[in-house]
C-alpha cells in the first residue's frame, strides 16, 4: 500500500502562484510514475501533468503546457506541480496520483492524493 498526501493549494489571483506538494509513504520501494489530475465541479477528472519513475520524462496537457511544471524528489518521496500564471479555468480539486506506467488516463494509477482545492479568482 502507498499513501499520498498533498499540501499546498489554495485562493489565488489569476496571473499568480501556487506549488502543490505531495509527499508518499509506504511501500514506495521501486518507485511510481506520479501524475496530477483535476476536477472541476460537474466535470469529468482531467489529467495535468505526469513524470517519470526517474524524473527524466515529463508530460503536460495542452492546457497547462508552458505554465506548470511537475517535478520528484524521489530522495523525499515527493512530487511538486509549481503553477505559474494561473487562470480562472484553473480552478479545480486537484489530486495527485501514483501508478506503475505512465498514462493520461486516471485508471491505471492505483494510489490518490486526498485532493488540495484550487481557487483562482479573475
Known amino acids: 500500500q502507498v499513501q499520498l498526501v498533498q499540501s499546498g493549494g489554495g485562493l489565488v489571483q489569476a496571473g499568480g502562484s501556487l506549488r502543490l506538494s505531495c509527499v508518499a509513504s509506504g511501500r514506495t520501494n521501486g518507485g511510481y510514475v506520479m501524475a496530477w489530475f483535476r476536477q472541476a465541479p460537474g466535470q469529468e477528472r482531467e489529467f495535468v501533468a505526469r513524470i517519470s519513475r526517474s524524473g527524466d520524462t515529463t508530460r503536460y496537457a495542452d492546457s497547462v503546457k508552458g505554465r506548470f511544471t511537475v517535478s520528484r524528489v524521489n530522495a523525499k518521496n515527493t512530487v511538486y506541480l509549481q503553477m505559474n500564471s494561473l487562470k480562472p479555468e484553473d480552478t479545480a480539486r486537484y489530486y495527485c496520483?501514483?501508478?506503475?506506467?505512465?498514462?493520461?488516463?486516471?485508471?491505471?494509477?492505483?494510489?490518490w492524493g486526498q485532493g488540495t482545492q484550487v481557487t483562482v479568482s479573475s
Open positions: 496520483a501514483a501508478g506503475p506506467y505512465e498514462s493520461g488516463f486516471a485508471t491505471p494509477y492505483n494510489y
